[in-house]
């Protein structure tokens, strides 16, 4: 089940059950299946206390993911600054929509096992990201 929560901050306008067609497409592409997948769309501020508190890091992100994943199966909760988003999409120059529809995937990507900080790992990650963007672009996604 995939849900979308919000904390502090208005529910961003997205289409749930794309969204949801999509993360399950995109999972699916790693061999996959979704189990508990939990948005939460926070402020700044809660992103802050989040990060802090979990995981020791006093600064600012977009998003932060808590991975509770089988082999086979991703779970987990993602918290995703949506303040954070809408000032990386002004700085990028790219529509909100696109920087928050990135960072969701990225988010998944992550429970399939992608990682970004690594030599070489961000240039994997951004084009998993946006091989995912086109699946949502092109509405290919698999039966549910």
Not at 12 to 18: L, Y
Not at 108 to 135: F, S, T, V, Y
Request: glycine residues 6%; contains cysteine; aromatic residues 8%.
């Amino acid at each position: 089940m995939i849900s979308f929560q919000n904390i502090n901050i208005p529910m961003p306008g997205i289409d749930a059950t794309t969204v949801r067609r999509w993360v399950i497409t995109v999972a699916a592409s790693y061999g996959k299946r979704v189990a508990d997948i939990a948005y939460v769309f926070v402020d700044d501020d809660e992103i802050l206390r989040v990060n802090r508190q979990y995981l020791g890091h006093d600064y600012y992100t977009d998003i932060i993911t808590f991975d509770d994943s089988t082999p086979h199966t991703i779970a987990g909760d993602l918290f995703i600054s949506l303040d954070t988003v809408r000032s990386n999409a002004e700085a990028l120059g790219l529509p909100y929509q696109r920087e928050l529809h990135r960072v969701i995937i990225h988010g998944i990507l992550h429970l399939c096992g992608l990682n970004d900080k690594g030599p070489g790992e961000r240039e994997i990650m951004e084009a998993a990201e946006n091989a995912a963007l086109d699946i949502l672009d092109g509405r290919r996604f698999i039966s549910s």
